[in-house]
C-alpha cells in the first residue's frame, strides 16, 4: 500500500489487537491519522487469520468495490441531468473509470474510493430528492458518517446542504435543522471523543501540516500546485466543463461543478498535498473529478451534436445516413484522447501506469519501505526502537517500536515551526505535513537503536545528536 496508508493500517493493527488506536502498543497517544473510520475499516480485516503480507490485498479489493460503486451512481447522475443521454452516460462512467489518479489512490490504500462513492451517492440522492420534491434525511446522515472517514468532507457536506436548502423551498426548515444537527452531532461527536482519547480537539496532523508555516505562503502553494495541474490537463480541457452551461443550464449541472470547485478551493486552501510532483489529481481533487468527467462528457456530446445537427448536415444534406456515425465515432475519439490526456501525468512513464504496463507509481518507493521494514525485523530484537521517516511500510513490517521523525505520530514535533530549506526551488517540493522534523528530539532525547531514514537535505544536521 501507499504509505500514507500504511501508517493508517499500523493504528489498525493495534486496534485490533486491543491496544487501542495507538501508533506504538503502550506508546503514548496521538491521532496520527485523520480517518478514523477508515482505520476502524482496516481494523476489521487485522481480526481475520490472514498475514501481514496479504492483508494490502483485501484493503485493495475494497477500493476497487468502491470505484465500481461510484460508477453506478456516475452513471444515474448522468441520466438524470441530460434526461437519459446514452452517449453522454456512457462516456461519464467510461472517463470516470479510467481516470488514473482514481484508481491509483483507490487502490492504493486510501480512503479517496469510499470517499468518492459517498460524495457521488449523497450527490445522486440529494439530485433525486429535489428532482421529486421530497425530503429524507439520508443525504445528512450519509455525509454526517463521511466526515468520520475523514473530517474535511465537512465540504460536500455544505454544499449538498446549501443545495438542498436553496432549491427544496417546501423543506427550508426541515434542511436547516437536519443540517446543523447533522454538523453537530458528527463534528462535535468525534471531537468530544477525540478530546476523551487524545486529550486534544483535532488530530495530530492538522497541527503537522496546517500550524507553523505562514497561511499565505501555504496557499500561495495550493495556486500553484493547482494552476500545474490544470495546465498539465490542458487550458481547453479544464474550460470544457464550463460550456456545459451553455446547453444545461439547471440546478443539477450547477451542484455537480460546485462539488468540483469545492474540491478544488479546499485543496488550494491546505496548499495542496504531498506528492504534486507527480502530476495528475491529487487527493482532494480526486473526489472532485467524477463530476467534472461528466460535465466533460456532456458539453461533448453538446458540441458534436451541435456540429452534427447545424453543421455537417446542413453542409451535406439531411439524407446523407452516414452523417450521424461519423460524427459519433468521431465524438469517441475525442473523449478517448482527451482521456489520454488526462492520464499523462509529470512523470514521463505515466501512460505505462495507466495501461498497466508497469505498477503504479508509488509502488517501487512503498516496496522499498517494506523491504526496509522486514529488514529491520531481522536485525533487531522485539525489543528495539527505530526511527523512521516514511513512517508507515517500515513501521508496519518491522513490528518495532517506532519514533516518527516527520511528526505525524508525534505531538511535540507536529507543532514546531515547519523548516523550510533555503536551496528549495520550487513550491511542488514544498510538502505540506512534511516539513517539520527535529533531530535533538528524536536522535538526542528518544535515542532510538536504528536510524533507518534522513529528510534528504539534512545530512550533516543530525551529526551533533548521534
Given at each position: 500500500?501507499?504509505?500514507d496508508?500504511?501508517?493508517s493500517?499500523?493504528?489498525?493493527?493495534?486496534?485490533?489487537?486491543?491496544?487501542?488506536?495507538?501508533?506504538?502498543?503502550?506508546?503514548?497517544r496521538?491521532?496520527?491519522?485523520?480517518?478514523?473510520?477508515?482505520v476502524?475499516?482496516?481494523?476489521?480485516?487485522?481480526?481475520?487469520?490472514v498475514?501481514?503480507?496479504?492483508?494490502?490485498?483485501?484493503?485493495?479489493?475494497?477500493?476497487?468495490?468502491?470505484v465500481?460503486?461510484?460508477?453506478?451512481?456516475?452513471?444515474?447522475?448522468?441520466?438524470l441531468?441530460t434526461?437519459?443521454?446514452a452517449?453522454a452516460?456512457?462516456?461519464?462512467?467510461?472517463?470516470?473509470?479510467f481516470?488514473?489518479?482514481?484508481?491509483?489512490?483507490?487502490?492504493?490504500?486510501?480512503?479517496?474510493?469510499?470517499?468518492t462513492f459517498?460524495?457521488?451517492l449523497?450527490?445522486?440522492w440529494a439530485?433525486?430528492?429535489?428532482?421529486?420534491?421530497?425530503?429524507?434525511?439520508?443525504?445528512?446522515?450519509?455525509?454526517?458518517?463521511?466526515?468520520?472517514?475523514?473530517?474535511?468532507?465537512?465540504?460536500p457536506?455544505i454544499?449538498?446542504?446549501?443545495?438542498?436548502?436553496?432549491?427544496?423551498?417546501?423543506?427550508?426548515?426541515?434542511?436547516l435543522?437536519?443540517?446543523?444537527?447533522?454538523?453537530?452531532?458528527?463534528l462535535?461527536?468525534?471531537?468530544?471523543?477525540?478530546?476523551?482519547?487524545?486529550?486534544?480537539?483535532?488530530?495530530?496532523?492538522?497541527?503537522?501540516?496546517?500550524?507553523?508555516m505562514?497561511?499565505?505562503?501555504?496557499?500561495?502553494?495550493?495556486?500553484?500546485?493547482?494552476?500545474k495541474?490544470?495546465?498539465?490537463?490542458?487550458?481547453?480541457f479544464?474550460?470544457?466543463?464550463?460550456?456545459v452551461?451553455?446547453?444545461?443550464?439547471?440546478?443539477y449541472?450547477?451542484?455537480?461543478?460546485?462539488?468540483?470547485?469545492?474540491?478544488?478551493?479546499?485543496?488550494?486552501?491546505?496548499?495542496?498535498?504531498?506528492?504534486?510532483?507527480?502530476g495528475?489529481a491529487?487527493?482532494?481533487?480526486?473526489?472532485?473529478?467524477?463530476f467534472?468527467?461528466?460535465?466533460?462528457?456532456?458539453?461533448?456530446?453538446?458540441?458534436?451534436?451541435?456540429?452534427?445537427?447545424?453543421?455537417?448536415k446542413?453542409?451535406?444534406?439531411?439524407?446523407?445516413?452516414?452523417?450521424?456515425?461519423?460524427?459519433?465515432l468521431?465524438?469517441?475519439?475525442?473523449?478517448?484522447?482527451?482521456?489520454?490526456?488526462?492520464?499523462?501525468?509529470?512523470?514521463?512513464?505515466?501512460?505505462?501506469y495507466?495501461?498497466?504496463?508497469?505498477?503504479?507509481?508509488?509502488?517501487?518507493g512503498?516496496?522499498?519501505?517494506?523491504?526496509?521494514?522486514?529488514?529491520?525485523?531481522s536485525?533487531?530484537?522485539?525489543?528495539?526502537k527505530?526511527?523512521?521517516?516514511?513512517?508507515g511500510?517500515?513501521?508496519?513490517?518491522?513490528?518495532?517500536?517506532?519514533?516518527?521523525?516527520?511528526?505525524?505520530?508525534?505531538?511535540?514535533?507536529?507543532?514546531?515551526?515547519?523548516?523550510?530549506?533555503?536551496?528549495?526551488?520550487?513550491?511542488?517540493?514544498?510538502?505540506?505535513?512534511?516539513?517539520?522534523?527535529?533531530?535533538?528530539?528524536?536522535?538526542?532525547?528518544y535515542?532510538?537503536?536504528?536510524?533507518?531514514?534522513?529528510?534528504?537535505?539534512?545530512?550533516?544536521?543530525?551529526?551533533?545528536?548521534?
Open positions: 500500500l501507499f504509505d496508508a500504511t501508517i493500517m499500523q493504528y489498525a493493527r493495534n486496534l485490533a489487537n486491543g491496544a487501542g488506536p495507538v501508533w506504538n502498543t503502550g506508546g503514548e496521538v491521532e496520527g491519522f485523520t480517518n478514523p473510520l477508515w476502524a475499516f482496516m481494523a476489521l480485516f487485522h481480526l481475520l487469520p498475514a501481514y503480507s496479504k492483508m494490502a490485498l483485501f484493503i485493495q479489493i475494497s477500493g476497487a468495490i468502491f465500481m460503486l461510484s460508477l453506478v451512481y456516475v452513471k444515474k447522475i448522468t441520466e441531468i434526461g437519459n443521454n452517449w452516460t456512457l462516456l461519464a462512467v467510461f472517463t470516470t473509470a481516470y488514473y489518479p482514481l484508481s491509483n489512490w483507490s487502490l492504493f490504500g486510501t480512503e479517496v474510493g469510499v470517499l459517498m460524495t457521488v449523497g450527490a445522486w439530485m433525486r430528492d429535489v428532482s421529486r420534491g421530497q425530503f429524507k434525511p439520508g443525504v445528512y446522515i450519509l455525509m454526517g458518517i463521511s466526515t468520520l472517514v475523514r473530517i474535511d468532507m465537512a465540504v457536506y454544499i449538498l446542504w446549501a443545495f438542498l436548502f436553496w432549491f427544496d423551498k417546501t423543506n427550508r426548515r426541515k434542511h435543522l437536519w443540517g446543523v444537527l447533522g454538523l453537530v452531532a458528527f462535535g461527536g468525534q471531537t468530544l471523543l477525540r478530546l476523551w482519547y487524545y486529550g486534544d480537539p483535532l488530530p495530530n496532523t492538522y497541527y503537522l501540516k496546517m500550524t507553523g505562514d497561511s499565505f505562503l501555504r496557499i500561495k502553494r495550493g495556486l500553484y500546485v493547482f494552476a495541474f490544470a495546465w498539465n490537463l490542458g487550458p481547453v479544464v474550460a470544457l466543463p464550463f460550456l452551461f451553455a446547453f444545461k443550464r439547471n440546478r449541472t450547477l451542484l455537480a461543478m460546485l462539488l468540483f470547485l469545492g474540491q478544488c478551493a479546499y485543496s488550494v486552501y491546505v496548499g495542496g498535498d504531498a506528492w504534486e510532483h507527480r495528475g491529487n487527493r482532494f481533487i480526486t473526489l472532485g473529478m467524477p467534472f468527467m461528466i460535465l466533460f462528457s456532456m458539453t461533448s456530446v453538446y458540441l458534436f451534436d451541435l456540429l452534427k445537427d447545424h453543421g455537417l446542413e453542409f451535406v444534406g439531411k439524407a446523407r445516413g452516414w452523417v450521424t456515425p461519423v460524427v459519433n468521431c465524438l469517441a475519439a475525442f473523449v478517448f484522447l482527451s482521456l489520454v490526456n488526462f492520464n499523462t501525468l509529470l512523470d514521463g512513464n505515466s501512460l505505462k495507466w495501461l498497466l504496463l508497469q505498477p503504479t507509481v508509488f509502488s517501487p512503498s516496496q522499498r519501505y517494506a523491504v526496509d521494514g522486514l529488514l529491520v525485523k536485525l533487531t530484537t522485539p525489543e528495539a527505530i526511527l523512521v521517516g516514511a513512517a511500510n517500515v513501521a508496519y513490517f518491522s513490528e518495532r517500536f517506532s519514533y516518527d521523525m516527520m511528526g505525524k505520530a508525534d505531538y511535540e514535533i507536529a507543532r514546531q515551526t515547519a523548516k523550510i530549506p533555503d536551496n528549495l526551488d520550487s513550491l511542488t517540493f514544498l510538502q505540506p505535513g512534511h516539513n517539520k522534523y527535529d533531530y535533538s528530539i528524536s536522535i538526542g532525547r535515542q532510538p537503536d536504528v536510524l533507518v531514514e534522513l529528510k534528504r537535505y539534512t545530512d550533516e544536521e543530525f551529526l551533533p545528536y548521534l
